[in-house]
């Protein structure tokens, strides 16, 4: 049977110094009194926990990417017999909403509540999370009232007080981390991003270092922290491990978390609200602005204007910006100079894409997490062939791991091989050091693991010099990565080789044949 469609009443809009609770106290006054066919909310806990059950049926019906883009940082903020008030950031959330997900919204209230109800909006620019149940069930003491609770600067309210301003996106996850990130924050942090799970290798170490240096000393001596990097590197991993740390060391930290893009919408916003001025208190008064892809900054002059001033504000009050973006700041195509003069500022540092040492590191770090490291020559085939980004070793791990487990067949370089096709004709850009050294070690009769060895017999040594060259010449690989992948050596041994065997082939004739034979057939 169709739902029948309710009324679309909106909460009366309230002025700034008003608090959305009122506003939504106002229209519940107003509303006829109905019997309750089930008991109703009478707290902030029971209100999260309903709030909580509306999220899920909400998921049942949206996809997910709606649903952690509109939904994550709404809150319910009243309910009676009659109707539910829903609290949203700004009025183009709530527009939004109303015009695109009010039927999905009014289905799942129907399924939490046991019957159809009218589905009310209240905007409130200044939602902050700092509580949150232990269990998704609501069966759970809720931390703010237990030993230790305290308010904060987006949270006034002492130990044992009650708060309207809670976080139903972290009741979601049983043994979450409490998270104090801003409502207008656009990403949960994910738990699983810290310090301590970040493989370090010569390609991020000292952006790893950065990162821990801000969450020690923030708004002190990296300020603002630029960092920049292709995709897939790690960088949302150190922002959310810097982020954590902060919280960590002080939970009441108040961090504005979010895109650029965000940011851009929030003032296209506050312009056509003409509430620039509420705009302007939400990510002026924050302890620590987090920025993801700044360079979307591109081509919007007025947003550069405005953030600019933003900047100067946070800055010169000593709070923490942090920045993030796919190139450095004097890439950022038309990017006022002040701006860029500003972001060069603090510390400006580039993640690099990982060498091969850590991507071995992340493959064995990565496989072991999820249960069954990966043999040695299965991690140095991926290794080989998948270097452009982290992301892409990650989901290697879990595809391979997944097709054998439910296959039941031992993890094989042949069967990676098989499943991985697409993935290693994708990144054929290049031959891979192990398909170099099969033709190497089928000429000489010898081993790859002994050319990876530490023998230094005759042997040994020129086909590991042989393969060395034919690698250096063939591939893209620097010298650090070769000499990783012949046993740990340095690369000043892999200069040396490629040295003696360039004097072999202007010495001997027949050296320089063999070296020409071997290119021509790794051409083919």
Same mark, same amino acid.
Request: hydrophobic share 45%; with cysteine.
């Given at each position: 049977m169709e739902a029948p469609q309710p009324v679309d009443t909106r909460c009366d809009a309230a002025p700034p110094e008003a608090t959305a609770p009122e506003t939504c106290a106002q229209a519940d006054a107003a509303a006829p009194e109905a019997p309750a066919a089930t008991p109703q909310p009478t707290s902030a806990a029971d209100l999260l926990a309903r709030w909580v059950d509306v999220q899920t049926a909400l998921q049942a019906l949206i996809q997910r %990417?709606? $649903?952690e883009t509109w939904f994550r940082r709404a809150e319910l903020r009243s309910a009676d017999a #009659?109707? *539910?008030?829903? !609290?949203?950031q700004n009025a183009f959330t709530r527009d939004w909403l109303e015009r695109h997900y009010l039927t999905a919204i009014q289905r799942a209230v129907a399924k939490a509540f046991g019957r159809n109800l009218t589905v009310e909006f209240v905007v409130d620019a200044e939602l902050v999370g700092e509580r949150r149940p232990r269990s998704a069930t609501g069966n759970g003491t809720d931390p703010a009232s237990g030993p230790g609770a305290s308010g904060s600067p987006g949270n006034p309210s002492g130990p044992g007080e009650s708060t309207p301003s809670l976080q139903p #996106? @972290? +009741?979601?996850? *049983?043994? !979450?981390?409490?998270? &104090?990130?801003?409502?207008a924050s656009d990403v949960p942090l994910n738990p699983h991003y810290r310090f301590d799970n970040f493989v370090v290798g010569p390609c991020n170490r000292f952006a790893h270092a950065a990162s821990v240096g801000v969450s020690e000393s923030p708004g002190k001596n990296y300020n603002p922290f630029f960092l920049h990097g292709s995709n897939g590197l790690g960088? =949302?991993?150190?922002?959310?491990?810097?982020?954590? +740390?902060l919280l960590e060391r002080t939970p009441q930290t108040r961090i504005l978390y979010l895109s650029c %893009? =965000? $940011? *851009?919408?929030?003032?296209?916003s506050a312009l056509t609200d003409g509430d620039l001025t509420t705009f302007r208190s939400k990510y002026r008064n924050v302890d620590v602005l987090v920025v993801d892809d /700044?360079?979307?900054? +591109?081509?919007?002059? &007025?947003?550069?204007?405005? $953030?600019?001033h933003t900047f100067n504000t946070l800055y010169n009050a000593g709070k923490q910006i942090v920045l993030s973006s796919d190139t450095s700041p004097k890439e950022i195509p038309t990017l006022q100079e002040r701006l860029v003069s500003r972001f060069k500022w603090g510390l400006v540092t580039e993640i690099e894409r990982p060498c091969y040492e850590t991507r071995m590191a992340i493959l064995k770090r990565k496989s072991r997490e999820r249960g069954h490291e990966l043999p040695e020559d299965v991690a140095r085939l991926l290794a080989e062939h998948i270097d452009r980004n982290i992301r892409e070793l990650e989901g290697a791990v879990t595809r391979l791991q997944g097709y054998a487990s439910l296959s039941g067949q031992a993890l094989t370089p042949e069967l990676a091989m098989r499943v991985?096709?697409? *993935? $290693?004709?994708? #990144? &054929?850009?290049?031959?891979? @050091?192990?398909? /170099?050294?099969r033709v190497v070690t089928a000429h000489f009769n010898t081993k790859l #693991?002994?050319?990876q060895s530490k023998r230094r017999s005759n042997a040994i040594v020129f086909p590991r010099q042989i393969g060395m060259y034919l690698i250096r010449k063939s591939t893209r690989h620097s010298l650090e990565e070769i000499g990783g992948f012949f046993g740990g050596r340095d690369h000043s041994t892999v200069l040396y080789a490629i040295e003696r065997i360039e004097q072999e082939m202007s010495a001997n004739p027949r050296t320089k044949e063999l070296v020409a034979g071997f290119l021509n057939q790794l051409r083919r």
């Open positions: %990417e709606q $649903f #009659s109707r *539910v008030c829903l !609290a949203v #996106s @972290m +009741a979601l996850t *049983v043994g !979450a981390p409490v998270s &104090r990130l801003m409502w960088k =949302t991993h150190l922002l959310q491990s810097l982020c954590y +740390a %893009e =965000t $940011f *851009v919408n929030h003032f296209i /700044i360079h979307l900054l +591109a081509n919007k002059e &007025r947003t550069q204007e405005e $953030f600019f991985l096709r697409d *993935v $290693f004709t994708q #990144s &054929r850009g290049q031959l891979s @050091m192990e398909e /170099i050294l #693991s002994e050319l």
